[in-house]
Structure formats: structure tokens, C-alpha cells
């Protein structure tokens, strides 16, 4: 139904009517007419050609004009497309029963041409601006859809790391600052966890910076999958560095980062240029408090960074956790200085698979 073109089928078993029908609709602008005079063949008919417009005779040998009425309406092609019933029947019963069935208008045969021309172009215009309404709600739905996914592309690009896949900076700082105020309000304890990977610009030299994306890729995805709790949010920090937010204690967390340290050096990938081991390493710093309200969480990563450097400095391929003093406290004992019994500050070097949390 292209360019405001109007279909018109006439089903009916006289051919002399089909005649006049078109004869009537000869010189009507912008109407083509099809005739159907088998009744068993009007839906079919119907299908292939599409028809604004259905001219439909109720009394017909064989088959009620009526029963076709309702086969149109359970056809998905044909559902919507208006029926004109055109009769001999002038009976209120069987107009009431033929509007019942779903016929759109009701003729006595034969109209007056300029009326059906009338009729005709009425219920045809309704349904063709239906279509176009109904097809450029369709495309509007679409282009909402793909604006949608395109979105949600761009919001996933801006919040994941290009080469990890994991959490970006940006992501991680919106995703802690809320986790640390449910922190406060819940009173637990909060950890941040900075882990380095031990040598890597040795790493790079030795076997290429493809090689190098590859390893961080293997960490970044080994670190995720040992931080698995829903409020526990791993990124990449910069660089080799990775950084994971988490609400635990000093124990857990601790855990936590003998667990991703002995993860990473169970991949086995080789370092021949490595200071430590004959295989990749990391070294990890932790920070835990109870947060305060008014305090931010920033403070927590620079104690966390602290701590990695002091692992660092101890020798890498291990894991420095401190409780974080607040202003005023007391500060927590470097990483090379005595550690008596009961202190705050952990130092592991993985030797098997710890417990889990």
C-alpha cells in the first residue's frame, strides 16, 4: 500500500456485481480493484494482495459471507483491515450479528458510486494511517532499543577497563564512596587492598608488552575471582596495579590478600627476570578501619599504598595488612620494624592455599 494507494477486494459470487463495482470504482483516483469471486480462495487472496479495503457479500453458495468475516479477523494479515459487508440483506438481525463479527460497514447492494467511493476512501485512509502510525511507533521503539544498548555500551566503556575488563578508576571511586557510607551507617569494618605485580617493568622488557597485557589480563581475572562478594569491587588501578575495596575486618582481610597472593603465584606463568621467584608475583597492601562519619575513604587507600610500599621494600611476594589509624590515633609499626604479639600489622608470605574468608 504504497504512495496513499487504496486496495479494494470485492468478494462475491456474481460476476455482474463484480462488473458494476468496478465500473463504479473506474475513474476513483488512486484505488486499484481486485475481484474474488470463489469464496475459498478469499483469503488467500486477501494474504497476497494485501487489501485496504475488503468488499464482502453476505449470501454466497457454500460458505456464509459471515464465516469469512470471522476467518479474515483470525488471520494476523488481515486482522486489522476494514470490511465493508456489501448485501442484499437489509435486516437489522443480520446487520447487529455482521457488526458483531467485526465488519467495519454495512451496503446494500448496489450503492451509489460516489458513496462507496466514499465509504471506501473513509475506512481505507483510517487503516493506512494506522499502519504508518503504528510502523513509525515500531521504528521509534527500535531507535529507543538501540539508543538503549548503545548507552549501555558507552556506560559499560566508561566504567570498565579496556584491557582487564575489570573496574575502572572512575567506576571504583563511585562504587567505594557509596559502600563506604553503607559502612558507616552499618558500622562495619571497611579494607582497601593495593596489589602490585612484583618486576613487571622486568616482565616487559624480557618477553614484549603484548606479553605483559596477557599477564595482567590472567591477574586481573585471578584477583576477581578470589573478591566474589557482591560488595567486594576490584579495578585496575593503573599500570600493574590493582586495587579491591572490600567490607571486612583486618582478618578477612588478610585472608583475602593471601588468598589472591598464592592465586596469582599458582598460575605458574614465568619470570625469568623476576627478583623474587622464577615466576610472576605480587605484592599486596591492605588498610582496614571502622569508618567514621565525615571521615572519607581516601586516607584508607594512601595507608593501603603505604603498606604496599613497606611489602615492597620487605622483599615483594607478600602481604602487608595494617588497621588504619585515624587522625590523632596512634600511627600502625612499619613493615621492617619488630612485630609483637597482638599487633595490628600481618605479614605473610604465602606458602599454600589459605582459608577462605
Known amino acids: 500500500m504504497p504512495d496513499g494507494r487504496i486496495v479494494v477486494l470485492l468478494v462475491d459470487d456474481q460476476p455482474i456485481v463484480g462488473e458494476a463495482i468496478r465500473r463504479a470504482l473506474a475513474d476513483a483516483t488512486s484505488i486499484e480493484f481486485y475481484y474474488c469471486a470463489d469464496p475459498y480462495a478469499a483469503v488467500e487472496t486477501a494474504e497476497r494482495i494485501r487489501p485496504s479495503v ?28 476494514p470490511i465493508i459487508v456489501l448485501t442484499m440483506e437489509d435486516d437489522a438481525a443480520i446487520k447487529n450479528e455482521a457488526f458483531a463479527c467485526g465488519v467495519n460497514d454495512y451496503l446494500v447492494k448496489l450503492p451509489n458510486s460516489i458513496e462507496l467511493i466514499a465509504r471506501i476512501r473513509h475506512h481505507a485512509i483510517a487503516y493506512l494511517s494506522r499502519i504508518e502510525r503504528d510502523e513509525a511507533h515500531r521504528e521509534l521503539r527500535e531507535s529507543q532499543r538501540l539508543l538503549l544498548e548503545q548507552n549501555l555500551q558507552l556506560e559499560r566503556l566508561t566504567n570498565v577497563d579496556g584491557l582487564t575488563g575489570l573496574s575502572n578508576r572512575r567506576y571504583f571511586d563511585e562504587f567505594t564512596s557509596v559502600q563506604w557510607k553503607l559502612a558507616i551507617r552499618a558500622q562495619c569494618h571497611f579494607s582497601i587492598l593495593m596489589i602490585d605485580v612484583d618486576d613487571f617493568k622486568h616482565y616487559n622488557d624480557t618477553y614484549g608488552h603484548l606479553a605483559g597485557d596477557v599477564v595482567l589480563k590472567h591477574i586481573g581475572e585471578t584477583i576477581k575471582s578470589c573478591c566474589n562478594r557482591p560488595a567486594d569491587i576490584v579495578a585496575r588501578f593503573g599500570g600493574e596495579e590493582f586495587v579491591v575495596s572490600l567490607t571486612a575486618p583486618l582478618g578477612g582481610t588478610r585472608i583475602v590478600g593471601e588468598k589472591v597472593c598464592f592465586a596469582i603465584q599458582s598460575l605458574e606463568i614465568p619470570h625469568g627476570a623476576s627478583t623474587v621467584a622464577d615466576r610472576v608475583t605480587v605484592s599486596i597492601g591492605g588498610a582496614t578501619t571502622l569508618p567514621v562519619h565525615g571521615e572519607p575513604y581516601l586516607p584508607l587507600i594512601e595507608a593501603a599504598d603505604v603498606a604496599l610500599y613497606d611489602a615492597k621494600r620487605s622483599g615483594k611476594n607478600r602481604v602487608i595488612v595494617r588497621a588504619h589509624a585515624r587522625a590523632g590515633a596512634a600511627a600502625s609499626p612499619r613493615a621492617d620494624e619488630p612485630i609483637a604479639e597482638g599487633s595490628i600489622a600481618a605479614v605473610v608470605r ?6 577462605p574468608r
Open 54 to 81: 475488503i468488499l464482502q457479500d453476505l449470501m454466497m453458495p457454500g460458505i456464509s459471507g459471515l464465516t469469512l468475516v470471522r476467518e479474515y479477523r483470525s488471520n494476523a494479515a488481515t486482522a486489522d483491515v
Open 350 to 355: 604465602p606458602a599454600s592455599d589459605p582459608s
